[in-house]
């Protein structure tokens, strides 16, 4: 921007100092031929008065020489009987006996005839070289360029100033809303610059302060619902005793509503982290793996036995794989076969289940919440589409080769580069 706007100064002060510079150099070289002439007018009247009192040659060298033209031997007087001083006028132009200035190797002749007694006629020769012609023109076209780059130089620093004003309150602006973005509720602006901007700078704090009340209220809510649900579960706990596999899912389920309390009550901010998908699937397989074999449930766990780092935490994913592995338990008969497959591409993982159940009717209405259908609230496919989203993936919902439903998690672990038909695009549109 400011080099936008130093650029539009330069050009608008130089077309306004042009409009004038140009006529005002034409008018002083003019001024300075019209000077000079004038010089060469006053010399030739100088030597009428010696031409009223005398005709003679020698007379008259002395009276031309008394004079500055003279002594230069720039004047001349052209006689019925020859010629006093050095010419440079055409012999025809002096023959014409008339006013006239006349354009010569290296200036201008300037011709005056001169009436005397008996009709006798003398023709005075001023010469005025090209130097008398341009005296001072150089000096003046080098005052009126400075007086230009000063005029171009300040309305560049004018313009500067001001758009770093802008810039600097801009940018401000967008320091701002990428702090706030990335979670830090507590940045707010001093608004400056235009006016504008000050209206943007206090919108700007208005919306961060009602961000922050709005996400303040809802952790608030879900710590008070997560603590709502330790009474039950304590309850749960002293009837089932001490011991027991049930007593080890209550134990993690009181470990979860905890984690979900200390992170409501935590400043939002986003969790930034990476894993390994592949032992995370391990992990939560073997978890899995119990369940599945209480119901006859053959499983298969492909493509996990190497790393696959992936940019999201290992509790997000752990929280997305057991969503979409319960919904294989929750929707699908027993003994239902289902296989999860760990695939890594260039610049993507993926995870896939399938299972051969009776699929889902609605694939693409099953990752929005509330309407996966089943009785189901379809917040598990929801958590998993925000996810893979975070990443710069996608979720997707289709038909398995097993006959059921087949859900692909898929996580990029790179920037997406843009199709040459895309960057066109895009560049289309930055221009």
């Given at each position: 921007m400011r080099r936008g706007l130093a650029l539009v100064a330069v050009a608008v002060t130089a077309?306004?100092?042009?409009?004038?510079?140009?006529?005002?150099?034409?008018?002083?070289?003019?001024?300075?031929?019209t000077k000079a002439l004038a010089e060469a007018e006053?010399?030739?009247?100088?030597?009428?008065?010696?031409?009223?009192?005398?005709?003679?040659?020698?007379?008259?060298?002395?009276?031309?020489?008394?004079?500055?033209?003279?002594?230069?031997?720039?004047?001349?007087?052209?006689?019925?009987?020859?010629?006093?001083?050095?010419?440079?006028?055409?012999?025809?132009?002096?023959?014409?006996?008339?006013?006239?200035?006349?354009?010569?190797?290296?200036?201008?002749?300037?011709?005056?005839?001169?009436?005397?007694?008996?009709?006798?006629?003398?023709?005075?020769?001023?010469?005025?070289?090209?130097s008398d012609l341009t005296r001072g023109v150089a000096t003046s076209w080098a005052v009126l360029t400075g007086v230009a780059i000063t005029l171009v130089a300040g309305s560049v620093v004018v313009a500067d100033r001001l758009g770093a004003r802008v810039v600097r309150a801009t940018r401000r602006l967008g320091a701002a809303a990428v702090s706030l973005g990335s979670g830090d509720l507590s940045v707010r602006i001093q608004p400056d610059g235009p006016p504008e901007l000050v209206a943007a700078g206090q919108a700007f704090n208005t919306m961060a302060d009602q961000v922050a009340g709005l996400l303040a209220a809802e952790r608030e809510m879900a710590a008070d619902l997560s603590h709502r649900l330790r009474t039950p579960l304590t309850a749960l706990r002293l009837q089932l005793g001490d011991h027991g596999p049930a007593v080890e899912q209550v134990d993690r389920l009181e470990r979860e509503v905890d984690a979900i309390i200390e992170t409501a009550r935590r400043p939002a901010r986003p969790v930034a982290g990476r894993c390994d998908a592949a032992e995370v699937l391990r992990e939560r397989l073997v978890f899995w793996s119990a369940l599945a074999e209480d119901q006859g449930r053959p499983w298969e766990l492909v493509g996990a036995d190497v790393p696959a780092l992936v940019p999201v935490a290992a509790t997000e994913l752990s929280a997305v794989i057991d969503a979409t592995l319960g919904n294989v338990f929750r929707h699908t008969p027993q003994r239902t076969p289902f296989t999860v497959t760990l695939h890594q591409g260039s610049g993507i993982v993926g995870i896939l289940v399938a299972d051969a159940g009776p699929g889902i009717a609605d694939p693409k209405g099953a990752l929005k919440r509330g309407h996966s259908g089943a009785g189901s609230t379809g917040l598990g496919l929801d958590i998993a589409r925000?996810?893979?989203?975070?990443?710069?993936?996608?979720?997707?919902?289709?038909?398995?080769?097993?006959?059921?439903?087949?859900?692909?998690?898929?996580?990029?672990?790179?920037?997406?580069?843009?199709?040459?038909?895309?960057?066109?695009?895009?560049?289309?549109?930055?221009?």
């Open positions: 077309m306004v100092a042009l409009a004038f510079l140009i006529p005002l150099a034409a008018v002083v070289k003019e001024v300075a031929e006053r010399q030739a009247t100088a030597i009428v008065p010696a031409l009223v009192v005398t005709v003679d040659a020698k007379r008259l060298e002395r009276a031309l020489a008394s004079t500055p033209a003279g002594a230069a031997g720039r004047l001349a007087v052209h006689l019925p009987t020859g010629t006093v001083g050095r010419t440079r006028a055409p012999a025809d132009a002096v023959a014409s006996a008339r006013s006239r200035t006349i354009r010569v190797t290296g200036g201008y002749v300037l011709l005056r005839p001169v009436a005397l007694d008996r009709g006798r006629i003398v023709v005075i020769e001023v010469y005025a070289p090209e925000r996810l893979a989203e975070s990443t710069g993936g996608s979720v997707r919902v289709e038909r398995s080769v097993l006959g059921g439903a087949a859900v692909q998690l898929w996580l990029r672990t790179a920037p997406q580069t843009p199709k040459p038909r895309t960057r066109r695009l895009l560049g289309r549109a930055l221009n």
